[in-house]
């Protein structure tokens, strides 16, 4: 038994109606960033961000802006691979007036308060993003990054329904070629393009006021190919819709079959299991060597991030093609639990 093929979407599609309920043109995935995200109405329910890591030769770079309707969530962090050294630094802005979330995944989007500042500027095919935090465990963090979106790639680009009032539209973009540093106290961290590639995790939507989601990443140079996985789970059963996919030197193979995560609540630091339901053409495992823990509890806000950094190991079968074997992938996996 297989799941059906989702609905390939080739031309520019709004997200939602008049109403700010879903299109439901809109319902598929895309190559290409075709989607705007249109979002208005649902008082309070609306989620916006624009989350994206940065995987060095030494460290990993993360920075967030989001915005939950009732405040601006903005979040860095940093994880050594070596030394394991990890610091993480959020800002929280009560109702985030003044930030403007982009309704198109290739904008421009800027955060700037005393703490932190985040900007991410797009322009000819290519996002320039600066980080300054004064404070950042005691030393200066300040990063400089240029991440290329290579015209000929193909990104995943997916809306999810739930229903007509509640839904997801998810913009994935891998193994975006990165140059530029980060510098942190006294030490200071390249990035080559060559090696080095961004994620863009770009999420608009309408959400339920409970949800739990896995996700797993990573986007890495193999030999002589660029390899990207983005695998989904829970938040999507049942949908119709996956947000599952490979990408091989910018060119992406859909995975339209649901996958399973398999796991220890009580300890994330075991090896994960990610395959596809029906199927084996996804068998991989997970072995995580770093657990990033990130939790926000305040009454009618409550969220819980595991997210842990290690390996990909496994085989992918790829549709009408070869089967990929995928051996000590550096990427990252988790799970989200969330109430807003």
Known sequence: ????????????????????????????????????????????????????????????????????????VCFVYFLNYETQRYVEKTVTIPLGNKLKMPTNILESIQLHSKEMSIQLMYIQNETHMTVTIPDFDG?????????????EDDSLNVVIPWNR?????????????????????????????????????????????????????????????????????????????????????????????????????????KPWKVHTKFSEDVNMTFTPFFHRIAKTDMKFIYSEVNQMMGYFNGRIQLENGPTLEVKQLLGCIEEHQAKW
């Open 165 to 269: 009032q509640q839904f997801q539209f998810t913009g994935k973009h891998h193994t975006l070629p990165t140059t530029g540093f980060v510098k942190i106290g006294d030490s200071r961290f390249t990035f080559q393009p060559e090696d080095n590639f961004a994620v863009l995790d770009y999420g608009r939507g309408v959400w339920p006021r409970a949800a739990i989601w896995n996700w797993g990443f990573a986007s890495q140079r193999v030999g002589s190919k660029r390899i990207g996985l983005n695998f989904g789970g829970k938040w999507t059963d049942g949908t119709g819709m996956t947000e599952n996919a490979i990408f091989i030197d910018g060119k992406m193979t859909k995975i339209h079959e649901d996958l399973l995560f398999t796991y220890d609540t009580k300890d994330f630091m």
């Open 139 to 151: 030393d200066l963090l300040h990063a400089d990054l240029h991440i290329s979106h290579p015209i």
């Open 1 to 72: 038994m297989k799941q059906h093929a989702e609905k390939e979407i080739s031309e520019p599609t709004l997200l939602c109606d008049k109403k700010g309920n879903l299109n439901p043109k809109a319902i598929g995935y895309a190559k290409k960033p075709l989607i705007e995200s249109n979002l208005k109405g649902h008082y309070m329910r609306k989620k916006k961000w624009n989350y994206w890591c940065v995987f060095g030769d030494d460290i990993l770079f993360s920075a967030t802006i989001s915005h939950l309707d009732y405040a601006a």
